[in-house]
């Protein structure tokens, strides 16, 4: 009988905590350490930095959505974003999924949405370094060395961004660039460090809170290899 009375102390003064963070209590947090809050916040904090990469890929490269008739940004986003992907992977794109598809992303004989392959080659990514969670709990375990892969990556995707041309000497996929009033655009630099920031983040606290290391890598940025997730 106390233990039901001391549990519900717990859960009285939890709510209480949340109601005056301006966050609402859920039942489901006592099953979470400190690290898996901390995990959950970082997941939702990428996953809309992420949409927000994808949207503005879109209108910066409008001709990439126009492969596929009738696609507009968000069923692109609803595909990019979902909870659950396909099983073998995205038919549009040869059945592949994540990592596998930055690499195609980035060839010039690619011929179809260019965006859609490089978005789900990264959502994927992204998405295998938290093991395809959206939250953590307890007994739930995260690899600090996928979190750390997936940040320098993430820094390769932005560099191939930044310089992979065509045969014409034309970039692939525009990104960063002059506006018409002569002010620069670094706004997606700022979604690729701010990504980039987190995964780091992420990998350190786990590494610290596991008591396990990081193997630090160095590649080179020109090459399509990436590191594996």
Same mark, same amino acid.
């Given at each position: @009988?106390?233990?039901?009375?001391?549990?519900?102390?717990?859960?009285?003064?939890?709510?209480?905590?949340?109601? $005056?963070?301006?966050?609402?209590?859920? *039942?489901? %947090?006592?099953? $979470?350490?400190?690290?898996?809050?901390?995990?959950?916040?970082?997941?939702?904090?990428?996953?809309?930095?992420? /949409?927000?990469?994808?949207?503005?890929?879109?209108?910066?490269?409008?001709? /990439?959505?126009?492969?596929?008739?009738?696609?507009? *940004?968000? $069923?692109?986003?609803?595909?990019?974003?979902?909870?659950?992907?396909?099983?073998?992977?995205?038919?549009?794109?040869?059945?592949?999924?994540?990592?596998?598809?930055?690499?195609?992303?980035?060839?010039?004989?690619?011929?179809?949405?260019?965006?859609?392959?490089? @978005?789900?080659?990264?959502?994927?990514?992204?998405?295998?370094?938290?093991?395809?969670?959206?939250?953590?709990?307890?007994?739930?375990?995260?690899?600090?060395?996928?979190?750390?892969?997936?940040?320098? &990556?993430? /820094?390769?995707?932005?560099?191939?961004?930044? %310089?992979? $041309?065509?045969?014409?000497?034309?970039?692939?996929?525009?990104? %960063?660039?002059?506006?018409?009033?002569?002010?620069? &655009?670094?706004?997606? /630099?700022?979604?690729? !460090?701010? @990504?980039?920031?987190?995964?780091?983040? @992420?990998?350190?606290?786990?590494?610290?809170?596991?008591?396990? %290391?990081?193997?630090?890598?160095?590649?080179?940025?020109? !090459?399509?290899?990436?590191?594996?997730?």
């Amino acid at each position: @009988m106390m233990r039901w009375v001391w549990m519900s102390l717990v859960v009285l003064s939890l709510t209480g905590c949340a109601q $005056k963070l301006g966050r609402p209590f859920d *039942i489901k %947090n006592l099953a $979470k350490s400190d690290m898996d809050l901390i995990t959950d916040i970082h997941i939702a904090e990428i996953r809309d930095l992420t /949409e927000q990469l994808i949207i503005k890929l879109y209108k910066r490269n409008p001709r /990439e959505l126009r492969k596929v008739p009738g696609m507009t *940004i968000e $069923k692109r986003v609803a595909q990019l974003m979902a909870e659950k992907r396909p099983e073998n992977g995205f038919r549009e794109l040869g059945g592949m999924d994540g990592i596998a598809l930055l690499p195609l992303a980035f060839s010039s004989e690619f011929r179809g949405d260019r965006v859609f392959a490089l @978005m789900a080659g990264v959502t994927g990514m992204i998405s295998a370094s938290y093991n395809h969670q959206l939250e953590f709990f307890l007994l739930d375990d995260i690899d600090q060395q996928k979190l750390y892969n997936c940040a320098r &990556n993430l /820094e390769k995707v932005a560099w191939l961004l930044n %310089n992979e $041309k065509n045969s014409h000497g034309e970039l692939l996929l525009l990104s %960063n660039g002059v506006g018409k009033n002569g002010v620069p &655009n670094y706004s997606y /630099e700022r979604l690729f !460090s701010q @990504m980039i920031l987190i995964q780091d983040m @992420m990998a350190v606290m786990v590494a610290d809170s596991t008591n396990r %290391n990081i193997n630090q890598v160095v590649h080179s940025m020109a !090459s399509m290899t990436f590191f594996p997730i």
